[in-house]
């Protein structure tokens, strides 16, 4: 069975003998290929590569980085379709759903083909007398992402392409459950003509994780995953002396107003928290609605689209939901369930028993709805990264706002509501990083900056957009004098340069 080795200095490595573990398609439950654990050894290589090429690549200027993405941005196109084929195969999720990965990851190396304009620096005249100043950002070095299994597309290209274009090179270390996206863009980005060892990909676990992390030449870590690892790699880094930035779990919340058109917070709904299984770190899986009867009416309305959703293999066009990843994790989903009933919650629809289809041996499971859940029950207080969505019913927006604010996570929250003053209040008031009004998951472009608060996000900067460049580079300011006689004698003061 074909073994998935690493991408190293432009080229596909040997495949180890050993050292590997298999890739499973989760709508199958079969063996597909195996993928390579790097070693300290592999990891080394790849360093090394990086860092031979990274003198050559952050002398080329801007403009030929550009360049560079600009054809990869093409190719990216023109294989789309393979790649989201890739991502479904390994992760489960329809293909349509896989599409709009791509689509995301694509926009965001779209937003770098401008990088020559956003380098541009600061510069002030006349900081003192024949004293000029000026601002500019520099690459670091070798930087490194390590990705989960749930975006093998998009959440890469959060990083790299950013990376890339600012002057760095670059090494990735994606799921081990899904790496073949990444090897794929690997050969595009080459196909586009970036200089080997600019883009190298490990694959592996803790162990490659932990070597690049401990790598000297390494200057800069980039995580998404879940939160207990997000945590330990910002610890880990933070003391090996790194920049580092690690996005974590998430529970988000959809607060619906007594306001709100039930019927378009229904729909949004039913994307929000069963697309992609439930399987997205932006996925709505609370809904807080204010006053009781809007929670009967979304219930009833949530009820009547579930019956109409169609779990499936992702590769097959009706499917609504792919199957979640692993046997474990349909086990842990699964167990929501029922730790939800015994709670206190109300099963409304059990998805352990609520489709029917040829699934046979895939890790399949329905759409869940939950009611009368509360604050303190784990269905709510825990990330289930499943397609369960709970009800939590509150009398006031106050009250709302109040239950999003203590949860651990706030990666996203939203608001559905016809009043400008309750989105204001909201809006103002809620502990996230990214909030919606009538917008089911506030997944900002790639111009803006992707990140949550409080234990969503581990570091200072948020991915992407205008911070992603931050992250990727480091100021040097400097002040220059040409002075048209001969300077003053020496003087041993703090410099005021006026
Ligand atoms: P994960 O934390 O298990 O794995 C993420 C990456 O870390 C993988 O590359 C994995 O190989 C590596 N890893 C796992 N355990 C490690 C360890 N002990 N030491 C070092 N490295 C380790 O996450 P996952 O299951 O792949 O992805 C799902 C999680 O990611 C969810 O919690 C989800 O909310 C989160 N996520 C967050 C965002 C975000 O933007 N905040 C986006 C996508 C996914």
Redesign the pocket.
Known sequence: MKILSHYIHGGLTAAPSDNAQPIVDPATGKQTASVALATLNDVDAAVASAKAAFPGWSETTPIRRARVMFRFRDLLEKHQEEIAALITSEHGKVHSDALGEVTRGLEVVEYVTGIPNLLTGRASEDVGTGVDSYGLRYPLGVCAG??????PAM?PMWMFPIAIACGNTFIL?????TPSAALFLAELLSEAGLPEGVFNVVN???VA??ALIDHSDVKAIS????????E??YARSSAAGKRVQA????KNHMVVMPDADIYEAADALMGAAYGSAG???MAISVAVTVGDEVADRLRAALQKRIADLKVGPGNVASSDMGPLISAAHLEKVSSYVGIGSNEGASVIVDGRSAFSSDTSGGYFIGPSLLDNVSAQMRVHSE?I?GPVLSIVRSDTLEDAIDLVNAHEFG?GAVIYTGSGEAARQFTRQISAGMVGVNVPIPVPVAYHS???WKR??FGDHH?HGPEGIRFFTRLKTISTRWPKSKPQSNQFSMPTLD
């Open positions: 390590i990705t989960p299994f749930n975006f959440v270390k994606p799921s081990e459950k592996g676990n803790k994780v932990d995580f998404v995953g879940s939160t207990p690892v997000a330990y790699i996005l974590g779990g998430a399987e997205r770190c990330e990264f990666n992707f990140g949550g969503s996000l991915m």
